[in-house]
């Protein structure tokens, strides 16, 4: 069955910029779904989403960090992956990869990486 | 901006009856569908309510859900409660142009 990883260092140092890399395995990206997702979780609070891109490139982003996230898509290397500049320590969290089921009515988050812990500190 | 508030922690015993609200600040909740996500502690979230009363294949039909236009809130229903069911519960829905994700601060079910 599909399966989601995310990858990358687990510390950044402030100001710089976090890389992360969800890998999409059991089949490939393009066929196992249209679009996909980041969705972060600092310790001991709630969820916050980050943003999505369809496969054909399009990419949407929470307002509060439309200007430093950026999300793209590999479909040679069957994985799409998460760039956050400037970062601070408020950028301390779990980053959690998804894909989206959109074949409903709207859409939801039917499919999860275990998650990445990612640490900003000097 | 669109947002979603939640009860902090619910507490039931086994074999009863919970259920979670949801509530939207402004504008109608009915507006957009509502997720519903668990999360145990140390796991990824996981669905199980999508488009406000929905399944996904493998969530007992002990989880369901609804809304309440009225008090512009959804709620997650959980029947005959089990000790797996702890867990933290998200409520998800869509923000003000219908694009953006907006969470739920999360509810900690705690089931003793």
């Known amino acids: 069955q599909v399966q989601l990883q995310e990858s990358g260092p687990g510390l950044v140092k402030p100001s710089q910029t976090l890389s992360l890399t969800c890998t999409v395995s059991g089949d490939s990206i393009r066929s196992a779904g249209d679009y996909w997702s980041w969705i972060r979780q600092p310790a001991g609070k709630g969820l916050e989403w980050i943003g999505r891109?369809?496969?054909?490139?399009?990419?949407d982003y929470n307002p509060s960090l439309k200007s430093r996230a950026s999300i793209s898509i590999d479909m040679s290397k069957n994985h799409f992956s998460l760039t956050l500049t400037s970062v601070t320590a408020a950028d301390t969290a779990i980053y959690y990869c998804?894909?989206?089921?959109?074949?409903?009515?709207?859409?939801?988050?039917?499919?999860w990486g275990q998650g990445i812990l990612v640490t900003v500190s000097s | 901006n669109f947002m979603l508030t939640q009860p902090h922690s619910v507490s039931e015993s086994p074999g009863k009856t919970v259920t979670i609200s949801c509530t939207g600040n402004s504008g109608s909740i009915a507006r957009n569908y509502v997720q519903w996500y668990q999360q145990r502690p140390g796991s990824a979230p996981t669905a199980v309510i999508y488009e406000n009363d929905r399944r996904p294949s493998g969530v007992p039909d002990r989880f369901s859900g609804s809304i309440d236009s009225s008090s512009n809130s959804a709620s997650l229903t959980i029947s005959g409660l089990k000790t797996e069911d702890a867990a933290d519960y998200y409520c998800?829905?869509?923000?003000?142009?219908?694009?953006?994700?907006?969470f739920g601060g999360g509810t900690k079910l705690s089931v003793l």
């Open positions: 998800q829905s869509f923000g003000d142009n219908d694009d953006d994700v907006v």
């Open positions: 998804a894909r989206i089921d959109s074949t409903g009515w709207s859409y939801y988050f039917d499919l």
């Open positions: 891109t369809y496969i054909a490139g399009i990419t």
